[in-house]
């Protein structure tokens, strides 16, 4: 498991995530263009992670993008909404950025 989960990974990883439940704290009822924002930040965030350690697989990446939509649901941010308002399926909202 070493190999596939290097602790160079898993800290880049957890500092991103920590990064973004901070930002996304401070969001409460923000307009659509500051969520998108943060979105923005920690995808690619986590792609600069993934092109140094390759480490994101399809379970990774999954995991990845609930948990971003979990984050920003248990601040009050409804993301079937926000992604409806601009045209995306609910689970679109990282598409545009991420690379991995």
Excluded at 45 to 55: E, F, K, R, S
């Amino acid at each position: 498991m070493a190999d596939l989960y290097p602790d160079d990974l898993l800290t880049a990883t957890d500092t991103v995530l920590d990064s973004f439940a901070e930002e996304v704290a401070e969001l409460g009822s923000a307009e659509d263009v500051r969520v998108f924002a943060a979105v923005e930040r920690v995808v690619l965030a986590l792609n600069a992670v993934d092109d140094i350690h390759c480490g994101y697989e399809t379970d990774e990446r999954e995991a990845l993008c609930a948990y971003i939509d979990q984050a920003l649901g248990e601040r009050g941010v409804d993301v079937a909404a926000l992604t409806a308002r601009h045209g995306l399926g609910r689970y679109e909202l990282t598409d545009k950025w991420r690379n991995w």
